[in-house]
């Protein structure tokens, strides 16, 4: 079996980031297509470390920890990427990767956003510590927050 390798993404992995974004929500009810996420994820102004998780030269995860400018210092966004019908193992390994990055950033709190609906991102991040800050409809779709307490602070966002 070939091992699980870490990687920055490269300019020809982002195609195949978008189809794993695309197959992380297609258990979600009325997903939109993950353009804007992408061209969020190419355009994004601030402090960043993200990678792929690349098994046998085929990327087959991605994770990232942002924060704005115009976030709480210390107050981090995280992203897990993968088709969460099967690849639980990669999202294990992603997300113990990208704790460790939040660990090495000094990072107080963690974040993310989801769609309510998508129950195996929300249960595998809430067995994490997450907990839902906050609830509400954006366009139509219910959204949720869902941060945890690093050592510091409230978790409110």
């Known amino acids: 079996m070939h091992a699980l390798i870490f990687r920055p993404p490269r300019e020809e992995d982002w195609p195949q980031i978008w189809q794993l974004a695309t197959d992380a929500v297609v258990h979600v009810e009325d997903a939109p297509s993950q353009d804007e996420w992408l061209r969020n994820r190419l355009g994004f102004q601030g402090e960043r470390v993200h990678f792929v998780a690349e098994r046998a030269e085929e990327v087959i995860g991605y994770a990232a920890v942002e924060r704005r400018a115009e976030e709480p210092d210390a107050t981090f ?5 993968v088709p969460w019908a099967t690849q639980l193992d990669v999202a294990e390994a992603l997300y113990e990767r990208a704790a460790a990055e939040l660990t090495g950033l000094g990072a ?14 929300i249960s595998f991040v809430r067995r994490k510590g ?18 945890k307490n690093l050592g510091g602070g409230s978790l409110t966002v």
């Not at 966004?77 to 990427?81: G, K, L, N, S």
């Not at 107080?108 to 991102?121: G, I, N, V």
């Not at 997450?130 to 941060?147: C, D, I, N, P, W």
């Open 77 to 81: 966004r995280i992203f897990v990427v």
């Open 108 to 121: 107080r709190r963690a974040w993310l956003r989801e769609y309510a609906s998508d129950e195996p991102l």
């Open 130 to 147: 997450f907990e839902v800050t906050e609830q509400y409809l954006l366009e139509g779709r219910k959204l949720v927050t869902l941060a």
